[in-house]
């Protein structure tokens, strides 16, 4: 079968126009093993199907594009860096944009090759036009060239590539194109410098970071609205955050936060703002970040009484963020009946609001309400219990209501919820003297879907897994989770026939 592919190559570089050869390739190519394909690397001879990328007939684009995509696989990337050099090079200015994908996804290869990358970096012409494919029309083409210089930027060369040389000049230049070619460059540094502080160094050298936190910062609220989602990249990382305290840029964020309320137009990017506090304080302390800037603390209260249900959600998403581990439920709990009345109104919109709000709602409601088996301190268990009827006169029955509804998003929501508090002394109490509630846990028949099954085995876990549920529901209730537990989730009980003698 390689012998054939190889015999077709051949015919195919003869030919000027040679469809029919093509196709025929194509066919072969996609049963011939990788294996055998790459035994016959040396003499697979691709620049003639390069050759034959012509943008005045798509079908022998697309046919050339994906016979390279086979038999490119079979090369190792220092043959494709060394022999297909100018082929790259036309392929990153084809019209095509399968094209330039095609040349990108081997650019990629090479890169993530130690032997190979030396040979793009060497390469000037050619990690220019990578450069420049971030200007491109088409999104993907774009993610796959920010793709391509990140991954090369993960050495010492190839930082030294992209911003010690006029390819740094390129890449102020192709910022120039647009406003969302300008984002996408963002998008990249942000990457780059999210690796190391040296990488942070180098990007912080290029004026490109300074530039991203002046426009944070700037006037413009729209582009406000986008800075800040590169920003909160960054600040995933210590050393991004360190650099941004550093900077003064999480005060100026505050700062803004507190003069938002004289903004006609704070409702573009205050989300983007709350979000981002929302997720430092859990990344550093909740309870230092709360302190520093109580500002943040008390917008989020605010959102939660909006009409607005983007800003309810946001709100939702970020007390459930802040609330995922102790220390921020700690911090939540000491603002006393304040968040009691915050967590009554989201229990009222997990009850009323759109399905996606309410999903959001409910998801918060679990990571509020989870405890780790070795933080269950009386404290704590008698803190989740209050917040749980503080959500409505009757949470239990108010989550088994949502789980009823024909909505299995709704459903697994629900179930989350359960299993969150399945393991605490105090839940297991109330689900024990729920009428019904043991039967409908133990009933397979509720679920219908795959993610509701699962959703439904991962409370069984919960609760057969609790040191206090023998105790609390009984031994004859907990030998049925242990079963249904050993059944697994998609269990289907065996329904008993009866022959009858003589039937057909």
């Known amino acids: 079968m390689a012998a054939q592919v190889l015999s077709l190559l051949r015919e195919v570089a003869r030919l000027e126009a040679p469809l029919e050869e093509l196709r025929a390739l194509q066919s072969v190519i996609q049963a011939v093993p990788l294996s055998e394909l790459r035994e016959q690397a040396a003499e697979l001879h691709l620049g003639p199907l390069f050759c034959l990328l012509n943008e005045n007939n798509r079908e022998q684009n697309a046919l050339c594009v994906s016979i390279l995509e086979r038999l490119l696989q079979a090369l190792e990337p220092v043959h494709v860096a ?46 220019k036009q990578i450069v420049y494919c971030i200007g491109g029309e088409k999104l993907s083409v774009a993610k796959a060239a920010i793709k391509s210089l990140s991954k ?119 989300p983007g703002f709350v979000k981002f506090f929302g997720n430092l304080a859990v990344m550093d302390s909740p309870q230092q970040i709360c302190e520093r800037y109580p500002i943040f603390v008390e917008k989020v209260f605010e959102m939660t009484e909006s009409q607005d249900p983007t800003m309810i959600g946001v709100a939702v998403d970020t007390i459930g963020i802040l609330g995922s581990n102790v220390e921020g439920k700690q911090v939540l709990h000491k603002t006393g009946t304040r968040f009691e009345g915050l967590l009554m109104r989201i229990g009222h919109q997990a009850k009323n609001a759109s399905t996606e709000l309410k999903i959001r709602c409910l998801d918060a409601i679990a990571s509020l ?12 268990l008698r803190m989740t219990e209050s917040w749980f009827s503080s959500l409505s006169r009757d949470s239990l029955e108010l989550f088994r209501g949502i789980s009823n509804q024909p909505f299995p998003e709704l459903h697994c929501a629900a179930l989350k919820v359960f299993t969150a508090i399945a393991d605490q002394r105090w839940a297991q109490k109330l689900m024990f003297n729920s009428p019904g509630f043991v039967e409908y846990v133990m009933d397979r028949s509720v679920e219908h879907d795959k993610a509701s099954k699962d959703a439904k085995y991962e409370l069984v876990k919960a609760l057969a897994n609790s040191k206090t549920i023998a105790e609390i529901f009984g031994n004859p209730n907990y030998l049925r989770l242990r079963t249904y537990l050993s059944e697994g989730p998609y269990y289907v009980k065996p329904v008993a026939t009866t022959a009858v003698e003589g039937a057909d």
């Open 369 to 380: 309400l989870y405890l780790p088996p070795e933080q269950q301190t009386d404290d704590l």
């Open 82 to 127: 060394r022999n297909l050099k100018i082929d790259l090079q036309r392929g990153l200015t084809h019209p095509d944009d399968s094209v330039k994908i095609l040349t990108l996804s081997q650019v990629e290869r090479i890169v993530e090759n130690s032997d190979a990358v030396t040979e793009i970096l060497n390469n000037a012409e050619l990690l």
């Open 152 to 270: 090369m930027s993960l050495t010492q060369a190839g930082l030294e590539a992209l911003f010690e040389s006029n390819l740094l000049d390129d890449l102020k230049n192709v910022m120039k194109t647009n406003d969302v070619v300008r984002y996408r460059v963002y998008e990249l540094i942000v990457e780059i410098s999210s690796v190391s502080p040296e990488s942070l160094q180098y990007c912080t050298t290029s004026g490109l970071v300074t530039q991203l936190l002046r426009e944070l910062t700037g006037e413009d609220v729209l582009v406000r609205a986008t800075c800040i989602e590169m920003v909160t990249s960054l600040a995933y990382t210590p050393h991004g955050r360190q650099y941004l305290a550093q900077e003064g840029i999480i005060d100026q964020i505050s700062n803004i936060i507190v003069g938002a309320d004289s903004d006609p137009f704070f409702s573009f990017y205050l």
